[in-house]
């Protein structure tokens, strides 16, 4: 049981390159999130999908898209990188329910110049 | 959302108590209080949750005050390996259940 898993672990990117940021939870959850961290601060919401086949948008969606790919994983694209963008990044996944608690991975260090 | 305030620093003594204090006086009556804690920018790691009842588990306990406005998480014997930042969060429970995370406390363990 590996949890939460993320790909990559790292990442540099130049201005409008575009990545994919995979992550995968092996836990049967329903709902999967992904965050962004910034230096000195804690975790903002990007978006997230309650069941397959949901997404919405959390507190900082711009710039960024989601793929709910099937129970299991969980996508976030970059599709023109920008330096604002350098952060590290968080997937999360829980079961929805009222109660419940929500695991993380490692992240995925991504910088842009 | 309840919002939550966190003193932005706290030092412990190793083997001592850590009590770490959480304001969220605008707590609704069906929200969870979670704590959390990051060490080194790894990924969050779960501690405890609460709804009324104190709780304990094998990391700590979590004391909630009778109107709910508060709570205080307590690691009993804290370790150098314990310093973290810890985050107090209140569970939005609309909108996909997603954390809330504000600045948090960084405690550091000292020997």
């Known amino acids: 049981n590996a949890g939460v898993t993320q790909t990559p672990k790292f990442q540099v990117l130049k201005t409008g390159q575009s990545m994919t940021l995979q992550c995968a939870q092996d836990?049967?959850?329903?709902?999967m999130y992904w965050y962004r961290q910034d230096p000195g601060m804690g975790l903002r919401l990007i978006y997230y999908s309650a069941s397959e086949g949901t997404t919405d948008k959390g507190e900082v969606p711009n710039g960024y898209n989601v793929s709910r790919l099937n129970k299991r994983e969980f996508s976030l694209r970059l599709e023109s990188a920008a330096p604002s963008q350098t952060s590290v990044y968080f997937c999360?996944?829980?079961?929805?329910?009222?109660?419940?608690?929500?695991?993380f991975g490692p992240g995925t260090r991504l910088l842009v110049l | 959302d309840a919002k939550t305030t966190q003193p932005p620093s706290m030092d412990c003594a190793e083997g001592r108590a850590a009590n770490l204090p959480c304001n969220h006086s605008t707590i609704s009556g069906n929200e969870y209080v979670y704590w959390y804690r990051q060490i080194h920018s790894q990924g969050p790691q779960y501690i405890i949750h609460g709804l009324k009842n104190n709780e304990t588990n094998e990391m700590a306990s979590l004391i909630i005050t009778e109107d709910r406005k508060s709570s205080t998480l307590i690691l009993p014997h804290a370790t150098l390996r314990d310093t973290a930042v810890y985050y107090c969060?209140?569970?939005?429970?609309?909108?996909?259940?997603?954390?809330?995370f504000g600045q948090g406390t960084e405690l550091s363990v000292k020997p």
């Open positions: 999360a996944s829980d079961l929805h329910r009222v109660g419940e608690t929500q695991y």
């Open positions: 836990m049967n959850h329903n709902s």
């Open positions: 969060i209140v569970r939005v429970n609309n909108q996909g259940g997603k954390l809330i």
